[in-house]
Every structure is written in C-alpha cells, then in structure tokens.
C-alpha cells in the first residue's frame, strides 16, 4: 500500500528534502498547518469567480481587528482556488516575520509585491486598521501598490466580514478594479484604484 501523503510530507521533513523559495516560503509546513487553521474558521466566499486561478494579481482587504483577516482571506483563496496567499505586512523581527515568511507573507514593500508578482503569486494587500463597528474602510500607501499597476495586474476587492472572537466569517470578492485613466499606469491610475476598491469594500460593507 501506497504512503498517505501526510506520512510522505512528514518524511520530507525528516529527509529535509523539502524546499523553501527565495521569500522564505515553505510548502510543505502550511500543508501541516492548514487543517488547524481550518478547524479554526469558518469561512463563506462569495464572488470566487473574481479570484484567478493562476498569474499574479493583488487582492486588497480592510482590517479591522488585526490578528484574523490574514487567516481568514488565506483561508477562502486556498478553498476556491486551491493556491497559497502570499500576505504582506509582517514584521521584520524575529522570531515572528521568519515564521510568518514560512507561511507565505513578506514584508509590506513595494520591492517585495513586485517581485512576487513577477513571479506569477497571487498576494494581498491590507487596508489600514478601522477599529470601530461601521467606520469607514482604511487608507493604503499609493507607493505600495505602484508595482501592481505597472504590471497590469488585477487588483481585486475584498470585504471581510465577521468578528474577532468569533468562527464564522464572509469573504465577499468584488469584481477588479479598472482605472478610468486613459494610460491605465502611473500615479493617476494608482489612485483610482485604491479609491475604486475601498468603495467597492465600503459598499460590501455597508450591504450587511
């Protein structure tokens, strides 16, 4: 009989012959890891058909409590897509941002964002926190989502739904943002999108 594909991730490790990318990503550690954080939330995805299946692109969420949304958006994209988020935000201290680089994430630059992209990941990008029940949704640095736009990518809406302390939670994907400028680049362009997907997660929001 054949090993079960745990047993075989698990001799991996023993063997250390899995592998790590050039951002500190490890595989085979979230596959461990993953059906803990799954018992953890329960996680509702509507608009899934917005979240691509391969290439890069740039998802953008609000925050409102800081520990969960990471988690929880990880969470809808790997069960409607099957493929790892790679979150920026973390900090660079240790022993926190090495082991969150082995989750996926890197830190929140525009270096980092750009060279993900090239590489085909699919990322997201955090509003600023909104601690209070119905404030408006956060800010984002127009620097950090420059490389989005140069490249072209999609920068799609995410509006995250649920309450720290509780299981259940929404991730409700909005269509991508189209900048209405007519180079589709540059400054302008970065601009319209923030604005274009902060209202379409306020309106999300709003909806409930």
């Keep these: 009989m054949s090993d079960s594909p745990l047993s075989t991730l698990l001799q991996r490790r023993i063997d250390g012959a899995y592998t790590v990318d050039e951002w500190g990503f490890d595989p085979d550690f979230v596959e461990l890891l993953s059906p803990l954080l799954g018992a953890r939330w329960s996680i509702s995805v509507e608009g899934a058909q917005h979240i691509p299946t391969e290439g890069g692109a740039v998802l953008v969420a609000n925050r409102r409590f800081g520990v969960s949304e990471p988690f929880v958006v990880a969470g809808a994209v790997r069960a409607t897509t099957g493929r790892v988020?790679?979150?920026?935000?973390?900090?660079?201290?240790?022993?926190?941002?090495?082991?969150?680089?082995?989750?996926?994430?890197?830190?929140?630059?525009?270096?980092?964002?750009?060279?993900?992209?090239?590489?085909?990941?699919?990322?997201?990008?955090?509003?600023?926190?909104?601690?209070r029940r119905g404030?408006?949704?956060g800010h984002l640095d127009h620097e950090l989502l420059s490389p989005a736009i140069e490249m072209g990518v999609?920068?799609?809406?995410?509006?995250?739904?649920?309450?720290?302390?509780?299981?259940?939670?929404v991730a409700s994907v909005g269509e991508p943002v189209v900048p209405r400028t007519a180079t589709g680049f540059g400054p302008l362009a970065v601009a319209e999108s923030i604005d274009g997907a902060r209202r379409a997660i306020q309106e999300a929001l709003d909806d409930r």
Aim: proline share 11%.
């Design 85 to 131: 988020l790679r979150v920026l935000g973390i900090p660079d201290i240790a022993p926190v941002g090495p082991f969150l680089r082995r989750l996926g994430a890197a830190q929140c630059r525009p270096d980092e964002l750009g060279g993900l992209l090239r590489a085909g990941e699919l990322t997201v990008l955090f509003l600023d926190r909104q601690p």
């Design 135 to 137: 404030a408006r949704v």
């Design 154 to 169: 999609p920068v799609i809406p995410v509006a995250l739904i649920g309450r720290e302390l509780g299981r259940r939670w």
